[in-house]
């Protein structure tokens, strides 16, 4: 039986900052065509989701009291 963890070692924000790294590393390797901008596409995508867990956790964004 596989053990799982518990616990998150890194953020949903660590995560997908390191996968749009590896994949802007990934796609800069690879000729331009249609699976090198797929790989940038998912990396923009990744960058941007990144930034978007920031904006929405900032303090100027909490609930009303």
Do not use: C
């Not at 949903?12 to 901008?37: C, F, H, M, S, T």
């Not at 930034?51 to 100027?60: E, L, V």
Request: without cysteine; glycine residues 4%.
């Amino acid at each position: 039986m596989i053990k799982r963890r518990r616990f998150r070692n890194t953020t949903l924000e660590e995560v997908l900052a390191d996968q749009a790294q590896r994949l802007a590393r990934e796609a800069q390797g690879i000729p331009p065509g249609y699976k090198r901008q797929r790989l940038v596409r998912k990396a923009r995508q990744a960058e941007t989701a990144s930034h978007m867990i920031d904006w929405i956790m900032s303090p100027g964004l909490q609930p009303l009291k």
